[in-house]
């Protein structure tokens, strides 16, 4: 997963693709390459951004690797924050092997529920425009992943 990741030819297609250079994360940004388990009745993820506080915009890769559900998708709202068109809902079934890639700190995004017996399991691959990031947004970026995601102890270098 990790030379898929970093594979010269797949960051060249992204970013043909997208239209702008893009690299991997630095090196210990734990959004990096990451394994989506849902695996509980009621797993899902709540309507969001991939906020990032790099100074660059962040691509965010999708890879279906296992969709046993009829309801767990991934739910796209376009144009939510575009006052001058309609807003528009997609729900997108991650069956293996599937690719979606969106700039995500622009796509509102969700993940639906998980329903008994069922399971979805994705791969995670974020991307930089420009991976600086000064010490406040650090910070910041830190403190949410400590208390959204990974824990603290992960975080601050000691939980890997």
């Known amino acids: 997963m990790l030379a898929i990741y970093r594979s010269p030819a797949f960051i060249d297609f992204l970013t043909r693709l997208v239209g702008a250079r ?44 296992v969709q046993r559900s009829e309801r767990c998708r991934l739910v796209c709202q376009l144009y939510k924050a575009d006052p001058t068109r309609a807003m528009r809902e997609l729900q997108l079934a991650t069956a293996p092997g599937s690719l979606v890639i969106f700039n995500g700190d622009r796509l509102w995004h969700a993940v639906t529920p998980l329903g008994q017996g069922e399971e979805r399991i994705v791969l995670t691959l974020e991307y930089v425009t420009n991976p600086a990031m000064g010490p406040f947004k650090r910070f910041i970026s830190n403190m949410k992943d400590a208390v959204a995601y990974f824990g603290l102890a992960t975080v601050l270098g000691g939980g890997r």
């Open 22 to 65: 893009v690299m991997p994360c630095p090196d210990g940004d734990p959004h990096a390459c990451a394994l989506y388990f849902y695996s509980e009745p009621g797993d899902h993820m709540g309507f969001h951004y991939d906020t990032s506080y790099h100074r660059g915009a962040r691509y965010t890769v999708l890879m279906g690797l």
